[in-house]
């Protein structure tokens, strides 16, 4: 959906929804800046535009003391069928609004920050599955490995088989309760940190919407926010059910549900060569590890 808004007493746009959160965040527009999309039937400020429910939250927590004051919105003329956004708003200059005092310009660079699913996905992948090596090493558990010839329905049956032994039972309370340990530990690192060894791998960062750093209590919650909500408890099928969610969440609005109730910011950016080369070969460790503990 594209947005236009009114700029310094002109129409300005289109914009993306992502691009208005930024120009919100800089001060560039604030929460009583008119806005109009194809499906209004006319302007509105910003914060009473339903689409834009998560970027309202935000600019109201940044910036309190905006006027209430809503500015007077011309008509909307009729549009030309030249193109999907060519007279949609008319040609007229839409009314000033003025910048709130202390609002910070938009960055020079005018980048539009990119939601990367994949990447906190793999971040957090590694985690888990850092977790889930070391238990193993403190486990009787014995995974089977293939022999030669045998084939994938015989190495899955002798694994079945295996995780019916006590011994399966006991290493799957240890990982539950390893796995609760654990998010104890990532909040910790985030509030010292704003990264997990995950994380720092995929070169992610948490932090508050201001930049600054989690408090451990903030921190906390997200982790086990995350912990319920977005991987349900590492248990099929609820981890698919969560991630699934998360996915369309982040590309719909550009934050998951907990950081936007939590106030934080995620910063992911794109991975170079080197930091693919160096998730390949974290990853590969972990099997490596494995591997050696039931050889």
Not at 50 to 57: D, G, H, N, T, W
Not at 186 to 201: D, S, Y
Not at 227 to 239: A, D, E, H
Request: charged fraction near 20%; include cysteine.
């Amino acid at each position: 959906m594209d947005f236009y808004l009114s700029i310094d007493g002109l129409k300005k746009g289109p914009y993306s929804i992502f691009k208005v959160g930024e120009l919100l965040e800089s001060g560039e527009v604030t929460a009583e800046t008119l806005a109009w999309h194809r499906d209004l039937a006319e302007w509105q400020p910003l914060r009473d535009v339903p689409a834009l429910e998560m970027l309202r939250e935000r600019s109201k927590a940044r910036h309190p003391e905006e006027s209430a004051e809503r500015p007077v919105p011309p008509p909307i003329p009729e549009p030309e069928a030249v193109n999907p956004h060519a007279g949609e708003i008319g040609d007229a200059p839409l009314p000033s609004t003025r910048l709130a005092a202390g609002h910070l310009a938009i960055p020079p660079n005018g980048e539009v920050p990119r939601a990367r699913p994949f990447i906190r996905f793999w971040a957090r992948m590694f985690d888990y599955t850092a977790v889930s090596v070391l238990i193993f090493h403190l486990s009787d558990v014995a995974a089977p490995q293939p022999l030669p010839g045998e084939s994938f329905i015989d190495v899955f049956n002798r694994y079945m088989e295996e995780m019916q032994k006590p011994e399966a039972a006991v290493f799957a309370r240890t990982l539950f309760f390893g796995l609760i340990g654990w998010h104890f530990i990532e909040a910790v690192l985030i509030h010292l940190f704003g990264t997990t060894p995950g994380k720092a791998i995929f070169g992610v960062k948490v932090k508050t919407e201001n930049g600054e750093v989690v408090p451990l209590k903030t921190a906390l919650g997200r982790s086990f926010y995350v912990y319920v909500m977005g991987v349900g408890f590492y248990q099929f099928p609820l981890i698919l059910i969560g991630m699934i969610f998360s996915y369309f969440r982040i590309q719909s609005t550009g934050n998951c549900l907990w950081d936007q109730h939590l106030k934080i910011r995620v910063e992911n950016p794109p991975l170079g060569p080197l930091r693919i080369g160096l998730a390949i070969g974290a990853f590969f460790t972990l099997l490596l590890l494995q591997s050696v503990t039931f050889s």
